[in-house]
């Protein structure tokens, strides 16, 4: 279904919270990098989708999956080692993450990423 769609819709549908999850897995794995960065920030995304979504090559990806609060708390942990600051800093601020990757980013190399985690 998805496939004959143009990939403005399917990014519109990616972001659309109506959108059930088996139709965002499909998204998840879209060849347009923009898609798949509505389906990483949607909190419908299936967290096996998200995990994959955190591996992506696009690091707007990646932030985009930081930011979505439905990104289980190992997913983030990965994220969060990141050489990316600003996908650190949206880890740090994302309340699904766990105490334990909060302390870590809490020493972070960043300033960005220190101020970010002590606001959490």
């Known amino acids: 279904m998805t496939t004959r769609l143009d990939a403005q819709t399917r ?3 990616a ?5 059930p999850p088996e139709t965002l897995a499909i998204l998840a794995r879209d060849r347009a990098s923009r898609v798949r960065e ?3 920030s949607n909190p419908s995304t299936p ?3 998200l995990a994959r979504l955190a591996t992506d090559r696009d690091e707007w990806v990646h932030h985009a ?11 983030l942990a990965a994220l969060a080692l990141s050489q990316w600051f600003g996908i650190r800093v949206a880890v740090a ?3 699904s993450t766990s105490p334990a990757t909060l302390a870590r980013l809490a020493s972070d190399r960043s300033n ?3 101020e970010a ?3 959490s």
């Not at 972001?15 to 959108?19: G, N, Y």
């Not at 999956?65 to 997913?75: F, G, H, I, K, Y």
């Open 15 to 19: 972001a659309s919270r109506a959108t």
């Open 93 to 95: 601020g994302n309340p």
């Open 47 to 49: 967290a096996d989708a």
């Open 11 to 13: 990014r519109y549908l």
């Open 112 to 114: 960005w990423v220190r």
């Open 65 to 75: 999956t930081a930011t979505n609060q439905s990104t289980p708390p190992d997913v």
């Open 117 to 119: 985690a002590a606001r």
């Open 38 to 40: 509505a389906a990483a």
